[in-house]
């Protein structure tokens, strides 16, 4: 099993910018990817991007693409998400998952989860 605590989030004005965080412990050496999930109030959690654990290959949504960045610092065990422009749409609890099989867009390729981290963008 692999734990995983997000931080960074907050409240933010439109068009700033935040970089979130997410630290893994346990067994991530199993790790094969992992991922960025945000969910609205009222919708269904959505893929963000991911970044593959050995070679940092990278896959964004379409809407989050040119604005967010994924990246990963093998020695701390970490991820993060360098949200910019942000916009009142993004306002949601960001999620960060742990794949240990391949690397997915789905919530079900998922099997580890972090419990989230808030991020507001008021107009």
């Known amino acids: 099993q692999v734990q995983l605590v997000e931080s960074g989030g907050g409240l933010v004005q439109a068009g700033g910018s935040l970089r979130l965080s997410c630290t893994a412990s346990?067994?991530?050496?199993?790790?094969?990817?992992m991922g960025w999930f945000r969910q609205a109030p009222g919708k269904e959690r959505e893929f963000v991007a991911y970044i593959t654990w050995s070679s940092g290959r990278t896959l964004y949504s379409d809407s989050v693409k040119g604005r967010f960045t994924i990246s990963r610092d093998s020695a701390k065990n970490t991820v993060y998400l360098q949200i910019n422009s942000l916009k009142p749409e993004d306002t949601a609890v960001y999620f960060c998952a742990a794949d240990h099989l391949g690397a997915s867009i789905t919530v079900a390729g998922y099997d580890s989860w972090g419990q989230g981290t808030q991020v507001t963008v008021s107009s």
């Open positions: 346990g067994r991530t050496f199993s790790t094969y990817s």
